[in-house]
């Protein structure tokens, strides 16, 4: 019997806006761009970085700080000038959480709240377990504050703050440990395949994939 339900974040329960990529990639361009490259040219290499990232914090089961992946990616756009993008990566990571904040997030869909709220009704207990990137664990706590979720659930797990990413055993670990339930009693809800699905799988939960982002409370209620 599922008892505890624990939710990736990304794609799952809430999508980036579109004007938060674009603020920080016009940012970018105006402050720290010495070969005056597009912005929409800036946004598309963030971008594509990102997904490097993710892929070495998913093969390493780590994860690189994001003021770190900030420092790389200025490396790129002001010519590797190493002494100078780490000097101003603090003041863009800074810079890009206040935008992030500005331009925050939406809810995936709209039977997200109705979704948790069941769930809760059913004496389910709720937690997030998300790998981070650009974003990390503490601006994440205020967005999901600010979209009025935050309260359904009982912890929240952000590799950046455990310095471990799915799909390492490590990182489901600290799920099982704070949910204090064997991993049987633990659904794992995600939309990636290697980390959310078959990371869960291997350690021992129980894992739902999420295919469609309209998703409702029926696909979840079939796996209980």
């Given at each position: 019997?599922?008892?505890?339900?624990?939710?990736?974040?990304?794609?799952?329960?809430?999508?980036?806006?579109?004007?938060?990529?674009?603020?920080?990639?016009?940012?970018?361009?105006?402050?720290?761009?010495?070969?005056?490259?597009?912005?929409?040219?800036?946004?598309?290499?963030?971008?594509?970085?990102?997904?490097?990232?993710?892929?070495?914090?998913?093969?390493?089961?780590?994860?690189?700080?994001?003021?770190?992946?900030?420092?790389?990616?200025?490396?790129?756009?002001?010519?590797?000038?190493?002494?100078?993008?780490?000097?101003?990566?603090?003041?863009?990571?800074?810079?890009?959480?206040?935008?992030?904040?500005?331009?925050?997030?939406?809810?995936?869909?709209?039977?997200?709240?109705?979704?948790?709220?069941?769930?809760?009704?059913?004496?389910?207990?709720?937690?997030?377990?998300?790998?981070?990137?650009?974003?990390?664990?503490?601006?994440?706590?205020?967005?999901?504050?600010?979209?009025?979720?935050?309260?359904?659930?009982?912890?929240?797990?952000?590799?950046?703050?455990?310095?471990?990413?799915?799909?390492?055993?490590?990182?489901?670990r600290h799920i099982a440990n704070q949910a204090n339930l064997p991993q049987s009693r633990i659904l794992h809800v995600g939309d990636n395949p290697k980390t959310d699905y078959q990371g869960a799988i291997s350690f021992g939960f129980n894992a739902l994939l999420i295919t469609n982002p309209n998703y409702s409370i029926d696909d979840i209620r079939i796996q209980l």
């Amino acid at each position: 019997m599922i008892t505890h339900i624990s939710f990736d974040l990304w794609l799952t329960l809430i999508c980036s806006n579109p004007l938060f990529r674009k603020k920080r990639a016009e940012f970018i361009a105006e402050t720290y761009n010495p070969e005056n490259r597009d912005a929409s040219e800036i946004e598309r290499f963030i971008k594509e970085r990102d997904k490097v990232f993710d892929r070495y914090n998913e093969m390493n089961g780590t994860k690189l700080p994001a003021e770190e992946m900030y420092r790389q990616v200025l490396g790129k756009i002001k010519g590797n000038d190493c002494r100078a993008t780490s000097e101003n990566a603090g003041r863009l990571m800074k810079v890009s959480n206040e935008l992030f904040m500005e331009y925050s997030p939406h809810l995936l869909n709209n039977h997200i709240p109705h979704i948790l709220e069941e769930l809760k009704s059913r004496g389910v207990t709720l937690s997030i377990g998300s790998n981070t990137g650009f974003v990390e664990g503490d601006v994440l706590r205020k967005a999901l504050k600010k979209l009025n979720i935050l309260h359904y659930f009982s912890f929240l797990v952000f590799s950046d703050e455990i310095k471990t990413s799915k799909p390492a055993s490590s990182f489901f670990r600290h799920i099982a440990n704070q949910a204090n339930l064997p991993q049987s009693r633990i659904l794992h809800v995600g939309d990636n395949p290697k980390t959310d699905y078959q990371g869960a799988i291997s350690f021992g939960f129980n894992a739902l994939l999420i295919t469609n982002p309209n998703y409702s409370i029926d696909d979840i209620r079939i796996q209980l």
